[in-house]
């Protein structure tokens, strides 16, 4: 049976061709305040109000001049002076150098500037030091030289993050438009379940994977929207799918194994879903399954929802209910959907290489990729490519490793063992 499953690869590309899909839909456009837009998913080109540099600036403490006057170590008259804000007064007449400072405007006719510490001062004249010469266009960037007024600097599509808001600040824009973020529901399922602030009866546990999720969501650019847990019974999780149903994205934990309150698949097919794949071949995550099913007929949606039309399927994923296995397939296939609805061109998963630790040596699993928590050292010395360790675990259940794992250590699933010392993949949160 289960060798009718999908590959990690064969599933991660389905998933990755229904992302393309999805980008037919665009979302709602809203505007932020740029202070509330890191994270945001640019909704429309970012384009230049003025030339940058706005004006040939200089990029060191120095002498404006003629490189090859300079090169020539001729005694240059210091005609001027411009600080950062200031303008200079006219353009540099020949065999002259005009002091400014970095960020100052060059005056016209100057083609490079030479760096405070590499002349020597006297009667106001500069000379360039004799061990040295320098070349046109060093240490000035001329004006338009990043973009010029009018151009595009960041496509549709981009994730604003610091260096982004960087640019939009210096282009005028202190507000930005971005797509909505879509509404991902997360119901979560199991008669064990309590909410963090109850007091677990024996034999019940904590709801961790909504919080998780919910973060997780979050973080990928969706606004989560958290719903009550449902019970194992046909009754309680119809009345939760009819909910969901209203979400531009859903996402299920627990119940899609072969167990026997192990109820989801059936009540999705009850709501009219349709399924892309009801497991992969990974390890933890196996019964993870993919597909999609109407919205509520009568439903408002939210403003994403709307703007797509209302022919939009709902798309939705059911993830095992251990904690690992929840993190590993909501990174692997949940987040690049996410990354879609939201008018990313970011999808991910994102992986890094890295060397496996001494210590470390891990069996495959035949036919299965295997994902297990780890730990990456990133500021591994100069040179030296991140190290990656195992963290020890109890199986996909173990909260404990999951905190203390920043990664997860990829064993595709022809590798008989990893050895120590290797190059390794590594599934980035
Ligand atoms: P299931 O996928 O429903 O068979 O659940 C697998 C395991 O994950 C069981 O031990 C559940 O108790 C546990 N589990 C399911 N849902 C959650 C949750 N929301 N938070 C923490 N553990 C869960
Ligand atoms: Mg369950």
Redesign the pocket.
């Given at each position: 049976m289960s060798s009718a499953l999908p590959s990690y690869e064969e599933a991660a590309a389905l998933v990755a061709a229904y992302a393309v899909q999805l980008a037919a839909f665009r979302p709602a456009v809203e505007r932020v305040d740029a202070g509330r837009a890191p994270g945001r998913v640019l909704a429309r080109p970012l384009s230049a109000d003025r030339d940058q540099p706005p004006f040939t600036r200089s990029t060191r403490d120095g002498f404006a001049c003629r490189a090859l006057e300079a090169s020539a170590h001729m005694r240059l008259n210091l005609v001027g002076a411009t600080r950062a804000g200031g303008v200079p007064a006219g353009p540099l007449p020949p065999g002259s150098a005009w002091e400014v400072m970095t960020g100052a405007p060059v005056p016209p006719g100057a083609d490079a500037v030479v760096m405070l510490e590499h002349v020597e001062v006297a009667n106001a004249q500069v000379r360039l030091l004799p061990s040295r010469t320098i070349a046109e266009g060093e240490n000035i960037v001329a004006k338009g030289a990043q973009a010029r007024k009018g151009d595009e600097m960041l496509s549709a599509g981009t994730v604003i993050q610091s260096a982004q808001l960087a640019l939009a600040a210096a282009c005028g824009h202190a507000a930005l438009e971005v797509f909505a973020r879509p509404r991902v529901a997360i119901l979560?399922?199991?008669d064990?379940?309590v909410p963090v602030k109850c007091a677990p009866a024996p034999g019940q546990?904590?709801?961790?994977?909504?919080p998780?999720l919910a973060a997780m969501v979050a973080a990928a650019g969706g606004e989560p929207w958290v719903l009550p847990?449902a019970a194992?019974n046909a009754k309680a999780l119809d009345t939760a799918l009819a909910q969901a149903a209203d979400a531009d994205f859903l996402l299920i934990?627990?119940?899609?194994?072969a167990?026997k309150?192990?109820l989801v698949e059936p009540a999705l097919a009850r709501a009219g879903a349709s399924f892309h794949f009801t497991g992969v071949r990974i390890q933890p995550g196996k019964?993870t399954v993919f597909g999609e099913m109407p919205h509520n007929a009568n439903s408002a949606g939210s403003a994403a929802t709307k703007a797509r039309g209302a022919e939009r399927p709902l798309p939705f994923f059911g993830l095992?209910?251990?904690?690992v296995?929840?993190a590993v397939t909501f990174l692997l296939f949940a987040a690049p959907v996410l990354a879609a609805l939201a008018g990313s061109r970011e999808p991910g998963p994102r992986f890094a290489l890295a060397r496996l630790a001494p210590s470390a040596n891990r069996h495959g699993k035949p036919g299965l990729t295997r994902f297990l928590p780890a730990f990456c050292n990133f500021s591994s010395p100069a040179g030296q490519p991140p190290e990656v360790a195992l963290v020890p675990w109890h199986g996909?259940?173990d909260?404990v490793a999951l905190a203390r794992s920043n990664c997860f250590l990829v064993v595709p699933d022809a590798a008989h063992s990893l050895k120590p010392g290797a190059i390794v993949r590594i599934l980035l949160p």
């Open positions: 979560t399922t199991g064990e379940l546990i904590r709801n961790s994977n909504g998780m847990t194992d934990t627990g119940g899609v194994s167990g309150f192990d019964p095992p209910g251990n904690p296995s929840s996909s259940g909260i």
